[in-house]
């Protein structure tokens, strides 16, 4: 049993925050991430104190190596800088604006009406190239952001307006 630091106790009481809660995030603390995960896949479910009712564990992350790999490349398509190649600023506004991430969030706040957004998607396509897309859709139409990502090297390159790989990933500006 791990004992509870008086002011931390007096907090999850006044927040009405579980005392199991307040024991994992003290263990979570304390404890190595190794620690942590072993003893996640081993424990069993705790007992909601309120119901009485199982609680199913948390999982540990995938360790998946495709799935790594497209988080990655999803990864690289939302930091990189491709949506803004080429812009000129008398000014460099700060670096955080100029992600693509970013641009698409602005231009997206910008679109009114019943959308359904699907978000960022990727596709492997050879090696350890991605086909990464930021889409949503209206009215039957899919619209979006598709940009190449060679993972290894970390190379992103936005689609739309290269005809070479417009045609090769099947995307057209019409």
Not at 5 to 25: E, F
Request: proline letters at 6%; one cysteine or more; hydrophobic letters at 40%.
């Amino acid at each position: 049993m791990v004992s509870y630091p008086s002011k931390q106790y007096n907090y999850a009481l006044n927040k009405r925050i579980s005392s199991a809660a307040v024991t994992a995030a003290a263990w979570l603390f304390s404890a190595g991430c190794d620690a942590v995960v072993k003893e996640l896949s081993s424990a069993r479910p705790p007992a909601n104190e309120a119901s009485g009712a199982e609680v199913a564990p948390a999982t540990p992350l995938a360790t998946n190596p495709a799935a790594v790999e497209q988080d990655k490349a999803i990864a690289l398509a939302k930091e990189a800088r491709t949506l803004v190649a080429g812009r000129m600023y008398a000014k460099l506004p700060p670096a955080e604006t100029l992600t693509n991430d970013f641009q698409i969030r602005t231009e997206m706040s910008k679109v009114k009406g019943d959308i359904n957004i699907v978000g960022w998607q990727a596709q492997k396509w050879t090696g350890d190239t991605y086909l990464v897309t930021y889409t949503w859709e209206r009215d039957g139409l899919s619209r979006g952001w598709p940009f190449e990502v060679k993972v290894s090297a970390g190379i992103v390159r936005f689609i739309i307006g290269d005809p070479e790989l417009e045609g090769k990933y099947g995307w057209g500006t019409s």
